[in-house]
Nanobody, 122 residues
Framework: QLQACGGGLVQAGGSLRLSCAASGRTLSSYGMGWFRQAPGKEREFVTAISWIGGSTYYADSVKGRFTISRDNAKNTVYLQMNSLKPEDTAVYYC?????????????????WGQGTQVTVSS
């Protein structure tokens, strides 16, 4: 199972760090991604990292503001979010990808966490 945490309420321009920890599964064998879903909108890709962390992928809307990283020893993936904007408000989900490709698509992921709410006030 994947457990995402670290969400909360923050003012525009602020920062949050999300964590995604796994139980019963070794994340080092998976590429990992973060998606988000705002009310009334479809789930969208935010960022992903390859299984050894050598490659990262970002949506244009978060490039330069968000950073994904992983600590395989701790079986945890992180999403550092800086310069947050009200449009970043959403439920953020972490997900695990076994095949090592299709990182940009939700259908490419095999396991999902429960989501954590991020709210950015203006």
């Amino acid at each position: 199972q994947l457990q995402a945490c670290g969400g909360g309420l923050v003012q525009a321009g602020g920062s949050l760090r999300l964590s995604c920890a796994a139980s019963g599964r070794t994340l080092s064998s998976y590429g990992m991604g973060w998606f988000r879903q705002a009310p009334g909108k479809e789930r969208e890709f935010v960022t992903a990292i390859s299984w050894i962390g050598g490659s990262t992928y970002y949506a244009d809307s978060v490039k330069g503001r968000f950073t994904i990283s992983r600590d395989n020893a701790k079986n945890t993936v992180y999403l550092q979010m800086n310069s947050l904007k009200p449009e970043d408000t959403a439920v953020y989900y972490c997900a695990a990808n076994r095949r090592g490709n299709s990182y940009y698509y939700a259908s490419g992921y095999d396991y999902w966490g429960q989501g954590t709410q991020v709210t950015v006030s203006s």
